[in-house]
């Protein structure tokens, strides 16, 4: 070991605090946090016997270490988190943002509330039900509370501006307090119900709708008794699905891990009410440290998404640490008491036991199917002859409406999955009227820069077209001196009947154009290679056409406002520099307006940009988007399927 990094070593204090490894050339690769840092670090040197890929990896790699103290553990564990997500360590557990669950809220200080899908938790005073293991589970909660419960569905604008009721009103599902004189107290009495249904309080719930539907009986409201009676069917249907995990009734989050080598996978049981409410998989690689270690950092990332906190969280085994800290810092995020424990008999061990067997099973699949589209992948490589294997794939479409409005995508695929991180949208600035070749040659070299810049290139381009634009990008390609990067063109065949329908050869109607070949390439109609390399290119089709509508619509809004009577350039301005952007001026409402530029001319700038308010269609003014060109896109989770799925 280095003299310097071994005196380093030798003065490590005995404070609590955080250790930053780094490599050879100063490129942090591991951030941990300990009570006592030189217990702590020293224990990496001293494993006598660990064949683990970690310590002989601490020999050859580690060139600096530094360290921060802070006064106790929960203060460690904050600074932990923080340095994993600004320098995004190699060797770090990384959540990304799109992975916490789906949830509703339902915020009790409107007057006539209503369940809204979010993502994130907020101290905003409403209330949070969930988290949903899936968009399929949380859609079937909302069918069935629209259908039975008659909460209102529409945005706050949209009540506040209808003028006659909805479809939902004419078949019964909504009272439109929008239009109607709906009674605050009543539908409140909807509110609770739903509040009951959603935490699980079946016994209370159903003895208060049959003791409703007995009234309604006797007050001879049979309609009424009626829909109580189905709404309490459904409801016992429901509750029949649920399993009831715990007998004391409370939400706790149950996790555990398994790993084989450096493959990693963490999973997550959420139990909601003493009822199992769904889980969820986390699998990373390249982990080579200690699992201790690991599942605290994990933790402590997970809640730090925003997700809600429970009453218990259950381990599968003692933190390095210990469970201190990490209950401190848990209590302070929920607000209230939370207990941190590694049960070791009891209802809880078995709730653990369960995770643990969930996590195993979720890592054997995902090894099945990272088996399976390495399979794929190298078939791949070996039917088109490419020289790298497509383990990062990206592919470029080019979309205009009638020559104008030219834009571009980028999509991405790493190891057969969708990798949204890397997804790019891009305005052609050279072109100004339809040239797919000139628009693909644009796109190209700007990805090439910046890969250049960043050291961050593909393993395979694939090209929306034929020969004209896989020449197009090969010349960019050309142009910049890359080397070592694969190009191909996909594109339909101008005969579209497929050549053998019988046989199970049945030749796709896509044709493969790779360089260097005079004929294109025509893969098997049905196989996996061919599906994926389709899927990924109707993927790029679908987010470049998602692109040029915003920005169609922004220009919309653009030419809205400038079609106003009265609202000049000095006006447009004004309001651009108050809201930031034209989509919050669409969404601003009369009072946010009247602001800026007076009541009178508030309301016929509303007007103007909204029109009819009775008008039923959507409203495009909230699709505006000010996205600038190549910019990084985080897309929801319904915003598309993975390329590589079924």
Same mark, same amino acid.
């Given at each position: 070991?280095?003299?310097?990094?071994?005196?380093?070593?030798?003065?490590?204090?005995?404070?609590?605090?955080?250790?930053?490894?780094?490599?050879k050339? =100063?490129?942090?690769?591991y951030?941990?946090?300990a009570?006592?840092?030189?217990?702590?670090?020293?224990?990496y040197?001293?494993r006598?016997?660990?064949?683990?890929?970690?310590?002989?990896?601490?020999?050859t790699?580690?060139?600096?270490?530094?360290?921060?103290? @802070?006064?106790?553990?929960?203060?460690?564990?904050l600074?932990?988190?923080?340095?994993?997500?600004k #320098?995004?360590?190699?060797?770090?557990? &990384?959540l990304?943002?799109?992975?916490?669950?789906?949830?509703? !809220?339902?915020?009790?200080?409107?007057p006539?509330?209503?369940?809204?899908v979010?993502?994130?938790?907020?101290k905003?005073g409403?209330r949070?039900?969930g988290?949903?293991?899936?968009? +399929?589970?949380i859609?079937?909660?909302?069918?069935?509370?629209?259908?039975?419960?008659?909460?209102?569905?529409?945005?706050? #604008?949209?009540?506040?501006?209808?003028?006659?009721p909805c479809?939902?009103?004419?078949? +019964?599902?909504?009272?439109?307090?929008?239009?109607?004189?709906?009674?605050?107290?009543?539908y409140?009495?909807?509110?609770?119900?739903?509040?009951?249904?959603?935490?699980?309080?079946? +016994?209370q719930?159903?003895e208060?709708?049959?003791?409703?539907?007995?009234?309604?009986?006797v007050?001879?409201?049979?309609?009424?008794?009626?829909?109580?009676?189905? *709404?309490?069917?459904?409801?016992?249907?429901s509750?029949?699905r *649920?399993?009831?995990?715990?007998?004391?009734?409370?939400?706790?989050?149950?996790?555990?891990?398994?790993?084989? =080598?450096?493959?990693? &996978?963490?999973?997550v049981?959420?139990?909601?009410?003493?009822?199992?409410?769904? =889980?969820?998989?986390?699998?990373?690689?390249?982990?080579?440290? /200690?699992?201790?270690e &690991?599942?605290?950092?994990?933790?402590?990332?997970?809640?730090d998404?925003? =997700?809600?906190v /429970?009453?218990?969280?259950?381990?599968?085994?003692e933190?390095?640490?210990?469970?201190?800290g990490?209950?401190?810092?848990l209590?302070?995020?929920k607000g209230e008491?939370?207990?941190?424990?590694?049960?070791?008999? +009891?209802?809880?061990?078995?709730?653990?036991g369960?995770?643990?067997?969930?996590?195993? *099973?979720?890592?054997?699949?995902?090894?099945?199917?990272?088996?399976?589209?390495?399979?794929?992948?190298?078939?791949?490589?070996?039917?088109l002859?490419? !020289?790298?294997?497509?383990?990062?794939?990206?592919?470029?479409?080019?979309?205009?409406?009638?020559?104008?409005s030219i @834009?571009?995508?980028?999509?991405?695929?790493?190891?057969?999955?969708?990798?949204?991180s890397?997804?790019?949208?891009?305005?052609?600035?050279?072109v100004?009227?339809?040239?797919?070749?000139?628009s693909?040659?644009?796109?190209?070299t700007?990805?090439?820069k910046?890969?250049?810049?960043?050291?961050?290139?593909?393993d395979l381009?694939?090209?929306?077209?034929?020969?004209?634009q896989?020449?197009?990008?090969?010349?960019?390609?050309?142009?910049?001196?890359?080397e070592?990067?694969d190009?191909?063109?996909?594109?339909?065949?101008?005969?579209?009947? @497929?050549?053998?329908?019988?046989?199970?050869s049945?030749k796709?109607?896509?044709?493969?154009?790779?360089?260097g070949?005079?004929?294109?390439?025509?893969?098997?109609?049905?196989?996996a290679?061919?599906?994926?390399l389709?899927?990924?290119?109707?993927?790029? #089709?679908?987010f470049?056409?998602t692109?040029?509508?915003?920005?169609?619509?922004k220009?919309?809004?653009?030419?809205?406002?400038?079609?106003?009577?009265?609202?000049g350039?000095?006006?447009r301005?004004? &309001?651009?520099?108050?809201?930031?952007s034209?989509? !919050?001026?669409?969404?601003a409402?009369?009072?946010?307006?009247?602001?800026?530029?007076?009541p009178?001319?508030a309301?016929?700038?509303h007007?103007?940009?909204?029109?009819?308010p009775?008008?039923?269609?959507?409203?495009p003014?909230?699709?505006?988007?000010l996205?600038?060109?190549?910019?990084?896109?985080?897309?929801?989770a319904?915003?598309?399927?993975?390329?590589?799925?079924?």
């Amino acid at each position: 070991m280095d003299i310097r990094l071994q005196e380093k070593l030798d003065a490590l204090p005995t404070e609590p605090g955080v250790y930053l490894m780094k490599d050879k050339r =100063g490129t942090i690769i591991y951030v941990g946090k300990a009570v006592n840092l030189r217990s702590r670090v020293r224990s990496y040197f001293n494993r006598s016997g660990d064949t683990r890929v970690f310590v002989s990896l601490l020999d050859t790699m580690l060139g600096d270490l530094e360290t921060v103290l @802070v006064h106790n553990e929960k203060e460690a564990l904050l600074l932990e988190n923080e340095l994993i997500k600004k #320098h995004k360590p190699r060797f770090n557990v &990384l959540l990304k943002d799109d992975k916490q669950f789906i949830s509703l !809220r339902l915020d009790r200080t409107q007057p006539f509330p209503r369940l809204e899908v979010v993502r994130k938790y907020e101290k905003d005073g409403a209330r949070y039900f969930g988290p949903y293991s899936s968009a +399929g589970a949380i859609r079937e909660t909302l069918r069935l509370i629209n259908r039975f419960f008659r909460l209102r569905t529409c945005t706050d #604008h949209v009540l506040a501006n209808r003028k006659r009721p909805c479809l939902l009103y004419q078949i +019964g599902r909504c009272p439109a307090p929008c239009v109607h004189p709906v009674s605050p107290e009543d539908y409140g009495k909807s509110v609770d119900e739903v509040g009951m249904f959603l935490e699980g309080k079946a +016994g209370q719930l159903i003895e208060g709708l049959r003791l409703r539907m007995k009234r309604a009986a006797v007050e001879l409201k049979f309609e009424e008794a009626a829909r109580v009676r189905d *709404q309490l069917l459904a409801i016992e249907r429901s509750l029949e699905r *649920q399993k009831v995990a715990t007998t004391d009734f409370k939400d706790q989050d149950v996790f555990a891990l398994y790993r084989e =080598g450096d493959r990693i &996978l963490f999973y997550v049981l959420h139990v909601r009410q003493g009822r199992l409410n769904g =889980g969820q998989a986390f699998p990373f690689g390249s982990q080579e440290f /200690p699992d201790d270690e &690991l599942l605290a950092s994990f933790v402590n990332l997970y809640y730090d998404q925003g =997700g809600f906190v /429970p009453e218990e969280v259950l381990l599968p085994l003692e933190p390095g640490d210990g469970t201190d800290g990490l209950e401190a810092l848990l209590t302070e995020r929920k607000g209230e008491r939370v207990r941190v424990f590694v049960p070791k008999r +009891g209802e809880k061990h078995e709730l653990v036991g369960m995770a643990v067997k969930n996590a195993e *099973q979720a890592f054997i699949e995902r090894k099945r199917t990272k088996d399976e589209t390495d399979t794929v992948l190298s078939r791949l490589q070996s039917k088109l002859g490419l !020289r790298n294997f497509p383990r990062r794939m990206e592919c470029y479409d080019i979309s205009h409406f009638q020559s104008s409005s030219i @834009v571009a995508s980028q999509v991405a695929v790493t190891d057969g999955e969708t990798d949204k991180s890397r997804y790019r949208k891009y305005k052609i600035k050279t072109v100004d009227k339809q040239d797919d070749f000139a628009s693909m040659y644009e796109v190209i070299t700007r990805r090439l820069k910046r890969g250049l810049e960043d050291n961050d290139l593909p393993d395979l381009l694939v090209i929306d077209g034929g020969k004209g634009q896989l020449a197009s990008a090969h010349a960019a390609m050309k142009d910049l001196g890359v080397e070592g990067v694969d190009v191909v063109g996909l594109a339909k065949s101008r005969d579209q009947e @497929v050549f053998d329908r019988d046989a199970e050869s049945a030749k796709s109607p896509e044709r493969i154009f790779v360089l260097g070949r005079k004929d294109p390439i025509v893969l098997p109609q049905n196989s996996a290679e061919m599906f994926m390399l389709t899927r990924m290119r109707d993927e790029a #089709h679908r987010f470049a056409i998602t692109f040029q509508g915003k920005s169609m619509r922004k220009s919309s809004l653009r030419s809205a406002l400038e079609d106003i009577p009265g609202v000049g350039e000095g006006r447009r301005k004004m &309001l651009l520099r108050h809201f930031g952007s034209l989509k !919050r001026v669409g969404d601003a409402s009369i009072e946010e307006l009247a602001e800026v530029v007076g009541p009178a001319m508030a309301e016929r700038v509303h007007a103007g940009l909204h029109g009819d308010p009775e008008d039923d269609t959507d409203d495009p003014v909230r699709e505006a988007s000010l996205d600038d060109a190549s910019e990084p896109v985080h897309e929801k989770a319904d915003g598309g399927s993975p390329p590589g799925a079924a």
